[in-house]
């Protein structure tokens, strides 16, 4: 499968713990995105690069989270000291230039209990 | 504010039969939209995309037309099959902008 794929898939934490997800875009692909949706609504916009280098952070992206790109392929998303509120899936794309149709990943779907 | 809706939030439909989903956004900068297809518990899939240039593009069974002067898109799905029912999500790119604006989503129900 050359498509976004994303690790894990379900992750359980309880609040305070830290956790990390995984991106692996499509290879050829330069950027990268990070979306977050809650349940009945459409993904919020988090973080993007263009290659390694990390361009836009939305207002939601608070200080607990952090989002890299070492080598311009994958990407890893931090949330530290979960909270509650941090429930939802978390959604990685990626597109081949500026403007491009963004593929979307299966998503890791955090619970905080 | 600035926001890319979706005028219904659920949306049946008889098998074969034709749906309509729309959407409405604000911003007029914005130069390119999507209709993403999401199935429970997979992400978003693209489904078909269309530019501020145009007013209508078709793909397979599907045709998104664009009316810019009401800021108006659709998606029209010919034929609907059972595995057409998922949440349908338009996309707003604006220019300049990376990041993708979603909408709220509509529900479509395929009934056999």
């Known amino acids: 499968d050359t498509g976004v794929s994303q690790d894990p898939r379900h992750k359980i934490t309880k609040r305070g713990q830290n956790v990390t997800f995984r991106c692996d875009p499509i290879s050829e692909h330069n950027r990268l995105y990070w979306y977050r949706q809650t349940l009945g609504q459409g993904p919020e916009f988090l973080t993007y690069f263009q290659n390694e280098a990390q361009l836009e952070k939305s207002r939601l992206l608070s200080d607990r989270f952090s989002a890299e790109r070492p080598k311009g392929s994958f990407s890893t998303l931090e949330i530290q000291r979960t909270e509650q509120g941090d429930s939802a899936m978390y959604l990685c794309?990626?597109?081949?230039?500026?403007?491009?149709?963004?593929?979307f990943g299966p998503g890791t779907r955090l619970t905080v209990t | 504010g600035e926001s890319v809706g979706l005028h219904l939030p659920t949306l049946s439909v008889q098998e074969g039969d034709n749906s309509i989903i729309n959407c409405a956004y604000s911003?007029?900068?914005?130069?390119?939209f999507i209709w993403y297809k999401q199935e429970s518990g997979k992400g978003p899939q693209f489904i078909i995309d269309i530019r501020s240039n145009m007013d209508k593009r078709q793909g397979q069974r599907v045709t998104v037309l664009l009316n810019k002067t009401v800021k108006h898109l659709s998606l029209q799905i010919a034929a609907t099959q059972p595995g057409d029912s998922a949440v349908y999500f338009c996309a707003e790119n604006r220019k300049g902008a990376q990041k993708l604006v979603f909408g709220q989503g509509t529900r479509l129900t395929i009934n056999p």
């Open positions: 794309a990626s597109s081949l230039d500026k403007g491009g149709e963004q593929y």
């Open positions: 911003n007029s900068a914005s130069d390119y």
